[in-house]
């Protein structure tokens, strides 16, 4: 009898132990949930010391062996696993060289060592100096330039800003909000060993970044043994005019070259940063008009929202490379073995500055729209009375009220299909805003 694989896994809800446990790689594998679900998922406050601490008690505690311990998630999940990896000597990438992805100005130093073409200009930000303009300006950044924490989480505290008004709103927003990332993410820092000039940039800074754009896309990733594998590339297509995801679709409609080019710079910088035994994805621009591929960002983690798409497509969902990696094994991953050709997850929004949700589609209602529409899940992100901006995790220029991952024959079938579904999704409101 062979003695069963101890998995814990950060955050676990029920959703994810039943895709978990489906995966072929799952067999042999018992899994636990550590820190709970709702301490990481929908709050706006994360005491990542208290978690850490409660999290190291319980597998204290356990009786038997702790064989791999795992997540799926963003920030703080992402952050915490290598402190806790390394305390229970379970296989994850260091806390530093994570960080040289996280951490936004010593991910953008690091790059520019080995892939300099493919970065904006950038600079450091204290949104609490009250000469930071002017010391970008010096730095040789005008307007228009991206504002994000030196820590991201989603899109929060994101903004383009086209003058000196935006910047002065962002930096209200920021003064006001920022220490909601910033603590956590000092804990998390406080855990690591920094060079001097990136412990100075701590997290109440944030990042000016010259505006790149073009072709958005995702490298999904891991690193094995020192061995770089990216094993697919997911689209994400935005609504016309603003910065919100309209959706994400794989496999990419790119062209071979251009993503040779970024699976290219994506075995470069991860090499360099010293990155392994972790998943990971990357998010690319392909500017067709300049002929340049920019790398947005580094993500330490596979995507959750893609988990469905890699079924629908691949017949695995990538949560099979976390598992593998968190075990010690090299990830297998199929390809092109699933049900659809082609896979989307939508977002349906509104773009209010506010409003109280009055009405959502009934359980009848969504289940006859999946059943009208084979492969569709339909995820409502809002309840009846729920106010818009309590909802954690949105962008500064929309509400996303339900998450719809589709499957199709083409790119056109998958669009048809969404407008035909969107267009019976009944939401009410009240008291609404913009």
């Not at 029920?14 to 978990?20: E, K, P, T, V, Y």
């Not at 935006?166 to 804990?187: Q, S, V």
């Not at 596979?302 to 969902?317: A, N, T, W």
Request: glycine content about 6%.
């Amino acid at each position: 009898m062979h003695t069963l694989k101890q998995v814990f896994v950060v955050g676990l809800n029920d959703f994810n132990r039943a895709r978990l446990e489906q995966l072929p790689g799952a067999k042999g594998c018992e899994f636990h949930g550590i820190i709970p679900p709702e301490d990481v998922y929908d709050t706006e406050v994360f005491d990542i010391a208290d978690m850490l601490a409660r999290a190291g008690d319980e597998l204290e505690a356990f009786e038997g062996s702790i064989d791999a311990i795992i997540g799926y998630m963003d920030f703080p999940v992402s952050t915490m696993l290598p402190i806790l990896c390394r305390r229970f000597n379970t296989r994850t990438t260091s806390l530093e060289s994570l960080l040289k992805c996280e951490h936004k100005f010593w991910s953008r130093l690091v790059q520019r060592q080995v892939i300099p073409d493919a970065i904006p200009a950038f600079a450091a930000v204290d949104p609490f100096d009250d000469q930071a303009l002017a010391h970008l300006s010096a730095a040789g950044l005008y307007f228009p330039f991206f504002l994000k924490p030196i820590k991201s989480s989603g899109s929060r505290l994101g903004f383009r800003i086209d003058s000196p008004e935006d910047f002065a709103h962002a930096i209200e927003r920021l003064r006001a909000e920022i220490g909601l990332i910033a603590t956590p993410f000092n804990t998390v820092l406080d855990h690591a060993l920094l060079p001097p000039e990136i412990a100075a940039v701590e997290g109440h800074f944030c990042m000016a970044e010259e505006i790149i754009g073009g072709w958005q896309c995702t490298v999904e990733g891991y690193v094995f043994e020192g061995e770089v594998v990216s094993y697919g590339i997911v689209d994400s297509l935005r609504y016309p005019q603003v910065l919100s995801f309209f959706h994400y679709r794989y496999p990419s409609q790119l062209p071979e070259p251009i993503q040779a080019q970024m699976k290219d710079l994506t075995e470069r910088v991860m090499t360099h940063i010293g990155y392994d035994n972790a998943a990971f994805n990357i998010e690319y621009f392909w500017d067709e008009v300049q002929g340049r591929v920019w790398l947005l960002e580094i993500n330490t983690r596979i995507s959750q929202s893609h988990c469905d798409l890699f079924e629908k497509v691949d017949g695995i969902g990538n949560q099979q490379v976390s598992l593998d990696l968190g075990l010690g094994r090299r990830p297998a991953m199929p390809s092109r073995q699933g049900a659809f050709p082609i896979a989307a997850k939508f977002f349906y929004r509104v773009f209010f500055v506010d409003a109280r949700v009055t009405r959502v589609p009934s359980e009848a209602e969504i289940a006859a729209l999946e059943a009208e529409f084979p492969g569709t899940v339909i995820a409502l992100q809002v309840a009846p009375g729920q106010q818009l901006t309590s909802l954690p995790e949105q962008d500064a220029y929309s509400f996303a009220l339900a998450y719809i991952w589709m499957g199709g024959q083409s790119a056109d079938d998958l669009l048809v299909n969404y407008e035909s579904l969107a267009s019976r999704l009944q939401f009410g409101f009240e008291d609404v805003v913009g």
